[in-house]
Structure formats: C-alpha cells, structure tokens
C-alpha cells in the first residue's frame, strides 16, 4: 500500500511536467502575442516601447530558455502574474477563491453521494414499477439536459418568479460581509451542480446493485430469512459501490469543471467564475496555473481512488501487492 | 432502346430492395428509437431548411414588439429587439449542429489515427501514444478547452476555435477504444491470412482494420455530436465561442439570460429545448445501436 502510494505521487510530478510541457508548446503554437493583449487593440504604443515591454517580461529570449525558466517557477509555486488580479500573483488569488469552490464542490458532491444513493436504492428496491420508470426517464432527461439550460430555468422560478432564494453571489451585499457563505445563496448553486452528475450516478447505484442483487452471497442471505430491506443495504450495497470508488477521480474532475458554468450562472465567487474572468480578459498565466490545478486534483484523486480501492476490496489488495 | 429500359428498370428494382431494406429495418426498431429517429430526422431537416421553414428574417428587428411571449403570430415569442424567436432558433440550431458535426468529426479522425497508429505499430510508439492520450486524458475537457479557445480564437475565429476546443479534448476515449478492437482483430485467423498473403501494413489498415473499425467510429461519432452542441453552446453562451452576432444556440440562451429579470421565460426556455431533443434522440439511437453492436461499451462511452 505504502509503495503504491509513494510510486504514485513519484509520477506526479512527471505528469504534471507533461501537462505543463503540453500547455507550453500549445501557447508557443498558438499566434497569440501577450504583448499586443497587454497594451489592448486601439493602442498608441511604440514598436520601440511594446519591445520594450516584451524585454521585460523575456519573450525575446529563446524557448528552452523561457521554457526552464517558467518550469523551475512552477517548481517552486510561482505561477506568474496574473492581469485579472491586478498584477497579484497567481497563486494567491487561487488560494482566495478556493474556500468558496470548496464550499460548492463539497456540497454538490455530498447532494451527489446522498441523493444518489437513496433515489438509486430504492429505484432497484422497486424495478419494473412505475418509481423505477420515473427515476430512470428524469436521470435520461437530466443526462441530455444541458447543465446551464436548467440553472438558467432555476434561477428564473425560483428566483425571480417565487423570490424563495437569492438570484446571485455569495451573500447579501447589504449585511457586513465577513467572508462567510450564506446558506441560501448557496443552495441553487449546489443543486444545479450536484444535477450534472447525479443522473449517472444514481443509475450507477441502480444497475449494480441489481447485478449485485443476483449473486449468491444474496440469495444466501435472503435464504436465512434476513429481511429484504437488511439483504439491500447491508448485503448488496456496499459490494454494489466498490467499482464506483475508482470513477471518483474522474467524476470529481467533471464536477470541478461544471462550476465555470454554474458559477457564472449565479454569480458565485470561487475559482470557475475565477477562470471566466481570465478566459474573457485574455490572462493566460491564470487559466494555465488553474488547468495545471486541476490536473493534480485529478491525479491525486485517481490515487485516493486507487487506495480506497484496495482498502474496501480485499480482492483487490491480493491481486496486486 | 429496349437496353435503356432494361436498366431503368433494373435501377427502379434496386432501388426497390433498397426501400424495402431500409423499411424493413426501420421496422425491426422499438418504438423508442422510431419515435427518436423521426424527431431527429424533423429537427434536422427544420435546422437545415431553416430559411424555408421559417420565413420570417431572423435579423427583422421590430421594436413595436420587444419580449412578447409565445403567441399565434409568433410561436416562441420575440426577443429583446423583437426577432422572432422560431426563426433565431432554428438559424441557431442550423449553426450549432454544422459546428458541433464537424467537431465531432475531428475527434472521431484524431482519436481513429492515434488510436490506429498505437495498435498497428506497438512497442515504443504505442506506450508513448498511450501515455500521451492519459494525459490528454486526465484533463478536464471543459476547462482545457476553454484554454485552447482563448489561445486560439483569435487566429481561427469563433467557429474555428470551438472545433479544436472540442476535437482536441474529446479524443482519447476513441483512441482507446479504437486502439482495443485493433488488439483483437490482430488475433483473427483472416489478418494472419492476409499477412499470410503479403499484405504489408498499410494494406492490413486499408482493407482490413479500418472496414471492421467502421461501426465502432461512426457509432462514437453519434455519440460525440451532442457533447460537441453542449460544449459549443456553453462556450458561446460564456462569451468564449461564436461571436454575439451569429446566433448559435448559445448565443440565444446568452441573451435569455439577460431577459430572464424582465421575465422574458421564453428565450431562454426554447433554445434549451432544441438542445435536449437533439441530445435525447441522439442518445436513444446511439444506445440502441451500441446495444446491437457492442454489449460491453458502456463504461468507454458513458454520455
């Protein structure tokens, strides 16, 4: 376990190398000139001025030169400057908004585990009955149901139309703002995001545990007469989400990248609307060191996956030392 | 004389067993993905002919009728400089799936090449191929795509943009798949045979990989086309995409949020719509499909 864990975290830093070697060459690829970004359009900066300004921040330096440099920055947390942040560092500014994307990512995932499980449970618990169909027709419906669509029709019965809930940001400009997170600007938010990937996940749960439903340590224990709702969640569930811990990585990633959408939707304050701000303000520092952020969430996620694996599967654990 | 009746009749029978085939298919479908195939194929035909089906100028401002909601004179309502809303969405839907197809297309090609190179050549090729697409992998696409589009929409415009945001991200899940068949199929009897028979390896692609992998590729570009429209109409509805002025399903749905305080329901509700039926029926076909095809895909191609 131990071996596999430090082997793991011993290729990190090789993929994340590769991720930031592929952003490199792509933004060596790509025609645009930070420069020109800088200094805007309709500019009356000199020729003699802008490389001026392209000295300064090395751009007439040749590649490998420009390219070691900015990788033993990365290797030492310094992710440049960033143009939304007003010249701050990149990192910092990271660091600031990620209380709020934690805030909302938790929250989405655990609306994720929690509904998908009851709602997938008791779909199997009930299958062929007119539940079941109901569960199953509202995930495909959420599937092909573009994510921002249904915020966007969120926001407008429940904000607009009823007033039950705040329409935007993280909490309400007139009290004294503390840097905490109001429940009730969170709750649209969260449901919206925790709706991009409860549909998978609840028809996950729902399938396996029907395959799992078939096995024979079942229907031994339905043999000795263990009540059926005890055979569903002591017996069938647990071995029906162990496949599951390994999509965790993955899935997670995907929840991180709904919150572009989702935050800009509702106008709430953490690293999607982050990226936004960058992407439409043209500040590539930031969306890299964001990209490369999320490159080692998604590493170190797949390891947590990988060990849970081998902790809650004791199959696993022998098969592979 | 008599010769060209001949074949005229002759091409008339052909095209008879054709029909005939192409009915009888249609009827062996469940009544799910009938019902899919004939929205889809309206939804289409709608988006395509948009200009005929919709004669009303999709960029006729009319102030005297700014967010009125959905009515005889106009289905879907107008918008905020009243345009009619139906004409704005099947323009839009017409745009939208032009780039979304040939996104898709460039995912499917780029992830068929890598996926064919890595199976055909093995060895050393193939690990550093395979390496490359689980990093390519392991990235977020939404996020990675929003990269490539700032970096390069400025040189390739908009559309241009999009099509490599998409095509660059959705990838590896076809090179693998893709890569997979090609493991197996070296291990028939008739590839053996070929190469038996001197087939050297460009010809084992042409005539016998490339043939078998047909079904897999086309079924993976179905599947990719509703993805492609989601991701067009999130970048264009953040303001990353198209440019404001060409109405692209999220472009529309990007005004519909700036309705929505005014109560103007309807812009944003509509576009939506097209979006969900493109993508349900989509998914109900490509389902049956992969059901025919390959009963142990699921966890490659989960929508």
């Known amino acids: 376990m131990l071996k596999l864990i430090v082997r793991r975290l011993a290729v990190l830093p090789l993929v994340l190398l590769t991720v930031a070697t592929i952003t490199f060459a792509l933004t060596e690829i790509s025609p645009f000139d930070p420069v020109a970004a800088y200094v805007g359009a309709e500019n009356n900066v000199s020729p003699q001025r802008q490389a001026q300004i392209a000295h300064a921040w090395g751009f007439d330096q040749p590649i490998y030169e420009r390219f070691g440099r900015w990788i033993s920055n990365l290797a030492q947390g310094d992710m440049g400057n960033s143009v939304v942040a007003g010249g701050q560092p990149v990192a910092g500014e990271i660091a600031s908004r990620a209380s709020a994307s934690l805030a909302l990512v938790g929250g989405a995932l655990a609306l994720v585990l929690v509904g998908g499980i009851v709602f997938g449970v008791l779909a199997a618990a009930f299958r062929g009955t007119v539940f079941d169909w109901l569960v199953r027709t509202l995930c495909y419906f959420n599937t092909a149901a573009p994510s921002f669509w249904i915020g966007l029709l969120a926001l407008y019965v429940f904000s607009i139309e009823l007033g039950w809930l705040p329409a935007g940001g993280s909490s309400d400009p007139r009290t004294v703002d503390d840097g905490g997170v109001d429940l009730d600007h969170l709750v649209l938010p969260m449901v919206i995001l925790a709706l991009t990937q409860y549909a998978w996940f609840t028809l996950y749960v729902r399938n396996t545990l029907l395959e799992v439903l078939r096995e024979d340590h079942v229907r031994f224990a339905r043999a000795q007469g263990i009540g059926e709702v005890a055979v569903l969640l002591r017996y069938a569930l647990p071995n029906a989400l162990i496949p599951f811990v390994t999509l965790v990585g993955t899935h997670l990633a995907e929840l991180i990248g709904g919150t572009i959408l989702i935050e800009s939707i509702f106008g709430w304050p953490g690293l999607g609307l982050l990226s936004l701000k960058a992407a439409l303000n043209e500040d590539i520092p930031m969306i890299v060191a964001i990209t490369l952020c999320a490159s080692v969430l998604v590493v170190l996620g797949n390891l947590l996956a990988d060990v849970l694996y081998r902790v809650v599967d004791p199959r696993v654990r022998e098969a592979s030392p | 004389m008599s010769a060209s009746s001949g074949t005229l009749s002759a091409s008339l029978r052909a095209r008879g067993r054709l029909w005939q085939r192409l009915t009888d298919a249609v009827g062996r479908w469940p009544a799910s993905v009938r019902v899919a195939a004939g929205v889809l194929v309206a939804l289409v035909a709608a988006a395509l002919l948009a200009s005929i089906v919709a004669p009303l100028d999709n960029t006729a401002v009319d102030l005297d009728r700014v967010l009125e909601g959905p009515s005889a004179a106009h289905l879907m309502g107008t918008d905020e400089v009243g345009r009619d809303l139906l004409t704005r969405v099947l323009h839009g839907a017409r745009i939208s799936l032009t780039i979304a197809a040939a996104a898709a297309l ?95 390896r460009r010809r084992l692609v042409r005539r016998h990989y490339l043939p078998h992998l047909l079904p897999a590729v086309g079924l993976a570009f179905v599947l990719t086309v509703p993805h492609a429209i989601f991701h067009e109409s999130a970048y264009s509805f953040l303001g990353l995409g198209l440019p404001a002025h060409q109405a692209s399903l999220g472009n529309i749905l990007a005004d519909g949020q700036r309705s929505l305080l005014a109560g103007g329901w309807w812009i944003a509700l509509f576009p939506g719509l097209a979006m969900l039926a493109a993508a349900m029926t989509t998914g109900t076909i490509a389902e049956y499909w992969r059901e025919h095809l390959h009963p142990r895909w699921r966890s490659e191609l989960e929508l």
């Open chain 2, 106 to 200: 460039a995912a499917v090609a780029a992830g068929t090449l890598v996926g064919v190179l890595a199976g055909t050549l093995g060895g050393r090729i193939d690990a550093v191929l395979m390496r490359v697409t689980d990093v390519f992998a392991s990235q977020n696409h939404f996020l990675f795509g929003v990269l490539l589009l700032v970096l390069f929409r400025p040189a390739l415009g908009g559309a241009g943009a999009v099509m490599l945001a998409v095509g660059l991200t959705h990838w590896p899940s076809l090179a693998r798949i893709v890569r997979g068949e090609l493991m197996s199929l070296r291990e028939r009897p008739f590839v053996a045979a070929a190469v038996g028979g001197g087939a050297n």
